[in-house]
């Protein structure tokens, strides 16, 4: 009997370091977590819901081929081009980061349990007194009421902050999330752009 034979790897692009992870090696990340982007001192540090598979295959925030989150820091003047995911860490250099509430991979953020959420929320307090970055942005609208517990939340600047930090709730960017459309996403991460300006 013939086995069959297991197709290589993704060769990395040469220039950009970008590869597209198969879905075996998707669902072989479950397991597997992404880095925090972090530093103490930031101007804004970005809190995503938990990260997806492609994510946590590739071992980089917000990489799924569907996800605005890099476009729209781009098209909204938080970074001066559209980076990859695979470049996040230039994000530092500008005075930005990114965690997430949940350390956890899933193949969606639905799948996040309401207890995961609230032992996030308490582990981000935890990071944000001790980074003490100017805002945190929080990107989950339903995960962030959940997490926090705080029902009645909208987008835009909450009423209580973490310590010194200011913390804001935005749209979450991932491409399962088709009620925000890109110029959805723009308008609310631009009204956020302004409110960082106003601060420095």
């Known amino acids: 009997m013939k086995t069959k034979k297991k197709s290589p790897p993704p060769k990395p692009d040469p220039v950009t370091g970008v590869w597209r992870p198969t879905r075996a090696q998707q669902l072989a990340a479950i397991r597997k977590r992404v880095p925090d982007v972090v530093a103490p001192n930031l101007t804004v540090l970005f809190c995503g819901i938990n990260p997806g598979l492609y994510s946590a295959a590739v071992g980089h925030h917000f990489a ?5 989150f890099w476009p ?40 996040v349990s309401k207890d995961e959420l609230r032992r996030g929320a308490r582990a981000l307090r935890r990071k944000v007194l001790t980074l003490q970055p100017r805002f945190v942005a929080v990107l989950g609208l ?6 926090f517990e705080s029902s009645k939340a909208v987008v835009g600047r909450q009423p209580e902050d973490i310590g010194s930090t200011k913390v804001w709730l935005l749209p979450n960017p991932s491409g399962l999330n088709a009620f925000h459309q890109p110029a959805i996403l723009h308008q609310m991460f631009s009204e956020f752009r302004e409110a960082v300006q106003r601060s420095t």
Not at 77 to 101: C, D, K, M, V, W
């Open 72 to 111: 729209t820091l781009a098209a909204t003047g938080f970074t001066p081009r559209q980076l990859t995911a695979f470049e996040e860490s230039e994000l530092l250099s500008l005075g930005y980061g990114i965690t997430n509430l949940v350390t956890r991979p899933s193949a969606s953020a639905e799948e």
């Open 142 to 147: 339903v995960a962030y009421r959940i997490g």
């Open 64 to 68: 799924g081929p569907g996800n605005l």
